[in-house]
């Protein structure tokens, strides 16, 4: 499967959004897991994206030496829950919207 990602680096809490799901999800059941918005400028029923099926991945670390590719593919990992060795970049190594192929 391939899936498209936009990389926030320097974040002050790691976490993956796509439309209206946040990863890791809340420690308590009562917190809200995401705020609830309506349709989006482009029409489109995505708050946080411009387009479908985008994810969104925070990363702490900065884009230093292929580091935050590296804590993007770990995350992802974990999302997915597939072993690391499963995701590869398959554009926008230097860029932060991202091609991901995700092998099951």
Known sequence: MQIKIKVITNAKKERI???????PRAKSETAP????NSHSDDG???PHTKQAGVYKVYVSVPPVEGR??????????????VKKSRITI???LKSKEKTIQIDS
């Open 17 to 23: 959004i796509k439309d209206g799901e946040i990863f």
């Open 33 to 36: 897991l995401f705020k609830k």
């Open 44 to 46: 489109s029923i995505y």
């Open 68 to 81: 935050a590719n590296q804590r993007i593919i770990e995350l992802l990992s974990e999302y997915f829950k």
């Open 90 to 92: 398959i554009s926008g």
